[in-house]
């Protein structure tokens, strides 16, 4: 059963996320898996257990606490955010699988215009060099799947110098834009969401990325 794409466009991140919970918490084993493509305007989000710390100076950007794990990130207009919503009991697979086939989907996009992208063991998302592309974190509610991965395209990085991303101080960001990748969110969002699809595989069988992409 091949997950519906939808994309979103952009849009403000809490009324998001709490239609990823209520998607998740009224599916039943026949509703179909869906995947949204969209950007979210300027945000910091903290996971359930992230160290405030690593906030260092949010000045007048909104801060949310969320149900995902991980530390703090940054998404803004200019990015790529993917959330999968998937019935992960149904197709058969774990959360590590589900991660790997997002972080490939992004190692597929970049590897289109030359550049060579790829993961660290036990850093999850997808990095050029020593600077982060693109960062994952999910949450599995019931059996199904909600957040995801936000991929930097074409968008303002400044705001990341506000926080220790990922919980990572000094870590370098970078966007497909300046790599000379493709620098249309829309665009990407349609070639990624083919890619993505082609990872997860029409029998939801998911592909393993390469084989440096190593476990969190």
């Known amino acids: 059963m091949t997950p519906q794409l939808r994309w979103l466009g952009r849009v403000a991140y809490e009324p998001t996320w709490r ?58 207009p200019g990015q790529l955010v993917v959330y999968p919503l998937i019935d992960v009991r149904r197709a058969g697979f774990g959360v590590r699988d589900l991660v790997n086939a997002l972080e490939g989907a992004v190692i597929d996009l970049a590897a289109q215009s030359g550049i060579r992208a790829q993961c660290r063991k036990g850093a999850p998302g997808v990095y050029v060099n020593d600077a982060k592309l693109a960062s994952v974190g999910l949450r599995i509610r019931r059996g199904g799947s909600y957040h995801g991965l936000a991929l930097n395209v074409n968008m303002d990085l400044a705001p990341f110098a506000r926080i220790n991303p990922c919980g990572y101080a000094g870590l370098a960001m970078t966007q497909l834009a300046v790599l000379g990748g493709v620098s249309d969110v829309r665009k990407a969002a349609d070639v990624l969401g083919a890619l993505l699809l082609a990872r997860l595989g029409a029998d939801q069988q998911l592909r393993s990325p390469a084989a440096h992409c190593g476990t969190a």
């Not at 209520?22 to 903290?46: G, K, N, S, Y």
């Not at 690593?54 to 969320?66: F, R, Y």
């Open 19 to 76: 239609a990823m919970q209520q998607f998740t918490d009224a599916r039943t084993a026949d509703t179909l898996d869906e995947i949204w493509l969209l950007e979210h305007e300027p945000v910091f989000t903290l996971g359930m257990n992230a160290d405030r710390s690593h906030l260092l100076d949010p000045g007048d950007i909104p801060v949310v606490q969320i149900d995902r794990g991980g530390q703090v990130t940054y998404h803004g």
